[in-house]
């Protein structure tokens, strides 16, 4: 190990026994990172990047996890030190100490029964040897280093009363409470808004700055790694396939995996009629020009003047006037009302048939609440929804019922929307079967095969329960269900946000090819402008439960009026705003 090194990985392997045989995760990888640095560790899910991380911090669960061969050098304060060697007594000492780490997902990595302030305590009279006082005092100190509003409050509250954005913050604020020399920050933006993301970023940065901590950042968005990173890694189905300084891998990749990852992020600038995917690249010998060529902008731009000219000349499918949905806050207790909460104010808007209405804007701003409203799962406040021509907005359950089939939603969390104890075959079935649509199990089989086959899935798939699926496949499990009742109009609420990019690249492309054969009109519901202006023919900007900024999608992002809109595209990562 040279002295230059915080961190030195030589010839890790790390498998997992399984039922139907041993995997190896993580393949004979080796890196190092120097001190202060940022590196970015870049890769689709089951690339093994969690994996290494896990290893590093002793977290590997063993069984099934096993350490395969490789040494793990770290520089201790008392000098290097082989990590795979140390006892879980000595491991503890570094772990959390020297060595700590921010999950993906706050909300599982914080105890639900315990203060977000205690927690914190709890880890620093551990490491640090101090007094309850002086623990707290130490936390109320993390907590406004970590830029969190009202510090005392937020000692005494629960995560569940927090939102992701302050989760995340508390989680950084634990991490760094002992001064670790490395952090290692395991996909922390994920599902965040891409203004709570930038927030977090530049947080980490400066904390990077005051710390002279060292950063591995893993994630699979190579955009967010761009803004960030000194040095990346490039990791597939456990080994490294490319790694550099980051401005050299991302201005000249190498590798046909890593110009995949690069590529099938919706573009700001054009927009294509498909987006390209990772497969595109490893299954292809073509230069990637050449593949990029194989998408026709221009084609695809005059096709959308053409489409814009046929839809907005009919009558819209989808009316709301005057749209408001409150939320009561409850009573005092002498019974006065504590108010209320705005989820959606006073919105007036009309959808077309054909048409992709994107609804962007940070969480908070109302568009779930706005899609569920439409859809009747939320009774609005006041106003009223229109669809086609109909007033649908005091109907009953069971005069909403047949327009139940008209109606569709798809929801954000695939695996949370799917009963993990019914198959595959059965979740798709069963709207089928509500509403009658099949009247024998020939028919029903037929129908099930037809709808796997329609979003790329293969008939085997029935059998299958949702954990045996990946995330990808996962929801378009959800899409087929959705498409089973045969709708017209389909809400995508937050359908891909928590996807890879290479996999959301493919869920685009099928919804559109979806949208076009069966002529369904989408409302597009995302916190990530640049997802929805590329899936969007016009595109409404939602802020505190109002309608801020409607327009054709292109002009919005080039020319925007609000500032607001300026916030959402300036924070796109790897746009260098």
Same mark, same amino acid.
């Given at each position: 190990?040279?002295?230059?090194?915080?961190?030195?990985?030589?010839?890790?392997?790390?498998?997992?026994?399984?039922?139907?045989?041993?995997?190896?995760?993580?393949?004979?990888?080796?890196?190092?990172?120097?001190?202060?640095?940022?590196?970015?560790?870049?890769?689709?899910?089951?690339?093994?990047?969690?994996?290494?991380?896990?290893?590093?911090?002793?977290?590997?669960?063993?069984?099934?996890?096993?350490?395969?061969?490789?040494?793990?050098?770290?520089?201790?304060?008392?000098?290097?030190?082989?990590?795979?060697?140390?006892?879980?007594?000595?491991?503890?000492?570094?772990?959390?100490?020297?060595?700590?780490?921010?999950?993906?997902?706050?909300?599982?990595?914080?105890?639900?029964?315990?203060?977000?302030?205690?927690?914190?305590?709890?880890?620093?009279?551990?490491?640090?040897?101090?007094?309850?006082?002086?623990?707290?005092?130490?936390?109320?100190?993390?907590?406004?280093?970590?830029?969190?509003?009202?510090?005392?409050?937020?000692?005494?509250?629960?995560?569940?009363?927090?939102?992701?954005?302050?989760?995340?913050?508390?989680?950084?604020?634990?991490?760094?409470?002992?001064?670790?020399?490395?952090?290692?920050?395991?996909?922390?933006?994920?599902?965040?808004?891409?203004?709570?993301?930038?927030?977090?970023?530049?947080?980490?940065?400066?904390?990077?700055?005051?710390?002279?901590?060292?950063?591995?950042?893993?994630?699979?968005?190579?955009?967010?790694?761009?803004?960030?990173?000194?040095?990346?890694?490039?990791?597939?189905?456990?080994?490294?396939?490319?790694?550099?300084?980051?401005?050299?891998?991302?201005?000249?990749?190498?590798?046909?995996?890593?110009?995949?990852?690069?590529?099938?992020?919706?573009?700001?600038?054009?927009?294509?009629?498909?987006?390209?995917?990772?497969?595109?690249?490893?299954?292809?010998?073509?230069?990637?020009?050449?593949?990029?060529?194989?998408?026709?902008?221009?084609?695809?731009?005059?096709?959308?003047?053409?489409?814009?000219?046929?839809?907005?000349?009919?009558?819209?499918?989808?009316?709301?006037?005057?749209?408001?949905?409150?939320?009561?806050?409850?009573?005092?207790?002498?019974?006065?009302?504590?108010?209320?909460?705005?989820?959606?104010?006073?919105?007036?808007?009309?959808?077309?048939?054909?048409?992709?209405?994107?609804?962007?804007?940070?969480?908070?701003?109302?568009?779930?609440?706005?899609?569920?409203?439409?859809?009747?799962?939320?009774?609005?406040?006041?106003?009223?929804?229109?669809?086609?021509?109909?007033?649908?907005?005091?109907?009953?359950?069971?005069?909403?019922?047949?327009?139940?089939?008209?109606?569709?939603?798809?929801?954000?969390? @695939?695996?949370?929307?799917?009963?993990?104890?019914?198959?595959?075959?059965?979740?798709?079935?069963?709207?089928?079967?509500?509403?009658?649509?099949?009247?024998?199990?020939?028919?029903?089989?037929?129908?099930?095969?037809?709808?796997?086959?329609?979003?790329?899935?293969?008939?085997?798939?029935?059998?299958?329960?949702?954990?045996?699926?990946?995330?990808?496949?996962?929801?378009?499990?959800?899409?087929?269900?959705?498409?089973?009742?045969? @709708?017209?109009?389909?809400?995508?609420?937050?359908?891909?946000?928590?996807?890879?990019?290479?996999?959301?690249?493919?869920?685009?492309?099928?919804?559109?090819?979806?949208?076009?054969?069966?002529?369904?009109?989408?409302?597009?519901?995302?916190?990530?402008?640049?997802?929805?202006?590329?899936?969007?023919?016009?595109?409404?900007?939602?802020?505190?439960?109002?309608?801020?900024?409607?327009?054709?999608?292109?002009?919005?992002?080039?020319? @925007?009026?609000?500032?607001?809109?300026?916030?959402?595209?300036?924070?796109?990562?790897?746009?260098?705003?």
């Amino acid at each position: 190990m040279d002295n230059h090194s915080l961190i030195s990985i030589k010839n890790l392997s790390v498998g997992f026994s399984i039922e139907s045989g041993n995997i190896t995760a993580v393949d004979n990888i080796s890196f190092s990172a120097g001190r202060g640095t940022t590196l970015g560790i870049v890769g689709e899910s089951g690339s093994g990047k969690s994996v290494t991380a896990l290893s590093l911090m002793g977290l590997i669960p063993s069984p099934p996890g096993k350490i395969l061969g490789g040494q793990v050098f770290f520089q201790n304060n008392s000098g290097p030190v082989e990590l795979l060697g140390l006892n879980e007594q000595k491991m503890r000492h570094i772990r959390g100490n020297q060595i700590a780490m921010i999950f993906q997902e706050p909300m599982t990595s914080l105890n639900p029964v315990f203060s977000c302030g205690n927690q914190i305590i709890e880890a620093i009279m551990q490491h640090k040897n101090l007094s309850r006082k002086a623990a707290r005092e130490r936390c109320l100190d993390l907590f406004n280093e970590v830029r969190l509003p009202r510090p005392k409050e937020i000692l005494k509250a629960f995560p569940h009363q927090l939102s992701g954005g302050q989760r995340q913050r508390v989680m950084i604020a634990m991490a760094i409470s002992c001064e670790p020399s490395l952090l290692i920050a395991d996909e922390p933006t994920t599902a965040l808004d891409v203004t709570v993301q930038e927030d977090i970023l530049k947080l980490l940065l400066d904390l990077q700055q005051a710390h002279g901590m060292s950063i591995f950042f893993i994630t699979h968005d190579l955009g967010v790694i761009s803004d960030i990173a000194d040095d990346v890694i490039v990791m597939y189905q456990g080994k490294v396939l490319e790694s550099g300084k980051a401005k050299d891998v991302f201005h000249h990749p190498e590798h046909p995996y890593t110009k995949g990852l690069l590529a099938c992020r919706p573009p700001l600038k054009d927009r294509p009629s498909s987006l390209l995917t990772v497969s595109d690249f490893l299954r292809s010998d073509q230069d990637t020009e050449l593949l990029k060529s194989a998408v026709d902008v221009h084609e695809a731009a005059e096709k959308r003047k053409e489409h814009h000219r046929i839809i907005y000349d009919k009558e819209p499918v989808l009316k709301l006037s005057k749209l408001s949905t409150h939320f009561s806050l409850g009573k005092t207790i002498l019974g006065r009302s504590r108010g209320f909460i705005r989820a959606v104010d006073n919105i007036s808007l009309e959808v077309f048939p054909g048409e992709t209405l994107g609804l962007v804007g940070e969480s908070g701003c109302g568009k779930t609440t706005l899609g569920r409203t439409i859809l009747k799962l939320i009774d609005q406040t006041s106003g009223e929804i229109h669809y086609k021509g109909k007033n649908i907005s005091q109907l009953s359950s069971g005069e909403l019922r047949p327009l139940r089939k008209q109606l569709q939603i798809i929801f954000q969390d @695939p695996y949370s929307s799917l009963n993990p104890r019914i198959t595959i075959g059965s979740a798709i079935s069963e709207p089928m079967l509500v509403h009658r649509l099949v009247h024998n199990k020939a028919d029903k089989k037929q129908r099930l095969d037809e709808l796997l086959e329609r979003v790329g899935l293969s008939s085997e798939f029935a059998n299958r329960y949702p954990h045996e699926l990946s995330g990808g496949q996962r929801q378009r499990v959800c899409i087929a269900r959705a498409l089973a009742v045969n @709708p017209e109009f389909i809400i995508c609420d937050e359908s891909v946000s928590a996807l890879d990019v290479s996999v959301q690249a493919q869920v685009l492309n099928l919804l559109n090819e979806l949208k076009q054969k069966y002529k369904l009109s989408y409302i597009f519901i995302s916190h990530d402008l640049s997802v929805v202006k590329y899936m969007s023919d016009r595109m409404a900007v939602m802020q505190d439960g109002k309608i801020v900024e409607l327009g054709e999608a292109d002009e919005i992002y080039f020319n @925007p009026k609000t500032e607001y809109t300026k916030k959402l595209i300036r924070a796109i990562p790897g746009t260098g705003n």
